[in-house]
């Protein structure tokens, strides 16, 4: 993964702590070491006079890389007691001491060095330029080495975590079996894992070659990312790494561009980050890829799911062409059923479902004789009988499938013409012992006939249509059903009008 930033900052100085009582030799060691560098890194110094102020310092100052520790101050033991503090108590174990006394027997070298955790020891009359500079450097060498195997390990650690944790957003999101779904709980998955609070994930859903303008569906957003989330400004940088197939950080947005097997593109915005760390840009694109894999069986799944639809929609306008009724018949039919699934809090995925397989309600007349099907008059008693075969008939021909759609149309077909008092046919059912898909079939698709013309009959007002509804509920038709229809009529007669005959 490649990301812009801004430029590297000047890297800071090393912070060297002087403990000392006598102000002389402060002044005298900053002197000497004020052109001293390491790694172009030059040194800035914090100044204590006793064993008290140092520990003030020590853990007000986490970064402190070395400390010239003065033995004998206020107490003889000071400059001891606070290497002990440093090493015991504040759990200090990186920056390096280097012990300085004027008094060496108080304070014999060997002891101090193994019992207090010192790195060098020095007497204050020994500490010429040069040495104070070798001193300087040996420490301050040692601290900055120390510290790189630390944030190795701290970094190992911190991808390890991270990587458990993309196991198990992996182990989540790959549970979801629609695209809206995946893209959520891939979005959650992704804000927890860097710990952002505002991020939306997006798919490139259309791009014009002629004009170079892309097109973007949002798929899911987390936090306040703003109503008009797809600005001008955002679309440039959309499209910018659209074009060159990269991830980039755009002040505090980041764009993540990751494509995937099946020519498409995702792309994740996160917002109000000021930087994406080494660790974190892997463990997105660990995670990233892993997900793509999920997410191109999902786009197969649901070409499958849409193919099974249309092909549903196909053959039911194949059966309404035969019975001379509108093939917008069964469009219609299928988003009313839609609409009272979804008002009724069925969930999503039953939803779809009810709505793809809507449209086969029908798909046993497709064995009913023309001379039934299309007699203009009424029907006698056997040919009324025969007109009664096709639930059974679409039964016959849509059940033993283990596809979700296909299995509600075949219930659909047989149940569709029961009646809520238990007087429809084929099988007499009653109430709730008839499914609820065919219940709300039954309701869309009496409403449909009655607000539509027939060869048999003009359409009827709303207000009529409505009426009959009331007459026939607890009946014909599920009064629950009923009721939701009527409730929401605005939207039904907004289908009606989006698909007229």
């Not at 206020?74 to 200090?92: F, Y």
């Not at 995937?260 to 997105?284: C, F, R, T």
């Not at 798909?363 to 009664?388: F, H, R, S, Y």
């Not at 759609?405 to 007087?423: P, S």
Request: net charge negative; proline share 4%; with cysteine.
């Amino acid at each position: 993964m490649s990301f812009l930033s801004s430029a590297a900052p000047k890297p800071a100085p090393w912070k060297v702590l002087l403990v000392d009582d006598e102000p002389d030799i402060h002044d005298v060691t900053k002197l000497t070491l004020s052109r001293f560098r390491l790694d172009e890194r030059a040194l800035t110094f914090l100044h204590a006079y006793s064993g008290a102020q140092a520990k003030e310092i020590l853990a007000r100052e986490p970064d402190i890389a070395l400390v010239f520790l003065d033995v004998v101050m206020e107490r003889e033991d000071s400059g001891l007691e606070v290497a002990r503090w440093m090493r015991k108590e504040l759990d200090n174990q990186f920056t390096r001491i280097v012990l300085r006394t004027g008094q060496p027997g108080q304070a014999p070298e060997e002891r101090v060095i193994v019992d207090y955790d010192i790195n060098d020891y020095k007497e204050k009359t020994e500490l010429d330029r040069t040495k104070l500079f070798t001193t300087t450097f040996a420490a301050l060498r040692a601290y900055r080495d120390i510290m790189k195997v630390e944030e190795a390990r701290k970094a190992q650690t911190t991808y390890r975590e991270g990587l458990e944790r993309v196991i198990a957003a992996s182990a989540h999101i790959f549970q979801q079996r629609n695209l809206k779904d995946f893209a959520s709980g891939l979005l959650q998955q992704v804000v927890a894992l860097l710990r952002l609070e505002q991020s939306m994930l997006l798919r490139l859903s259309a791009a014009s070659v002629i004009t170079g303008e892309a097109q973007y569906e949002v798929l899911a957003q987390i936090g306040e990312v703003g109503d008009d989330v797809i600005t001008p400004e955002l679309v440039a940088q959309l499209d910018d790494a659209c074009h060159n197939r990269i991830s980039r950080l755009h002040g505090n947005t980041y764009v993540g561009y990751f494509p995937n097997a099946s020519g498409k593109a995702s792309l994740l915005v996160l917002k109000g980050v000021e930087e994406i760390s080494e660790i974190d840009a892997q463990l997105l694109q660990v995670f990233c890829s892993g997900v793509a894999i999920a997410f191109d069986n999902i786009l197969l799944n649901q070409e499958i799911t849409d193919t099974q639809a249309e092909l549903i929609l196909r053959l039911g306008d194949v059966v309404e062409s035969r019975s001379h009724e509108a093939g917008n018949h069964v469009r219609r039919m299928s988003q009313v059923c839609h609409l009272l699934a979804q008002v009724s809090g069925m969930p999503d995925d039953e939803t779809a479902v009810l709505m793809h397989a809507a449209p086969m309600h029908d798909i046993g007349k497709i064995a009913t004789p023309d001379a039934v099907l299309l007699k203009p008059g009424k029907l006698t008693p056997d040919e009324w009988e025969i007109m009664k075969q096709h639930p059974t008939v679409g039964l016959s021909i849509l059940d033993g499938s283990t596809r979700p759609i296909l299995k509600a149309a075949a219930v659909i077909a047989h149940q569709h013409h029961e009646k809520y008092d238990g007087t429809g046919y084929p099988q007499g059912l009653k109430g709730e012992g008839i499914h609820r898909y065919a219940r709300i079939v039954a309701v869309a698709d009496v409403f449909d006939a009655l607000s539509h013309s027939r060869c048999y009959k003009d359409a009827w007002p709303i207000a009529q249509v409505t009426e009959h509804l009331r007459e026939v509920a607890g009946h014909h038709l599920d009064p629950h059903y009923v009721e939701l229809l009527i409730a929401n009529m605005d939207k039904a007669v907004d289908i009606n009008n989006s698909w007229p005959d």
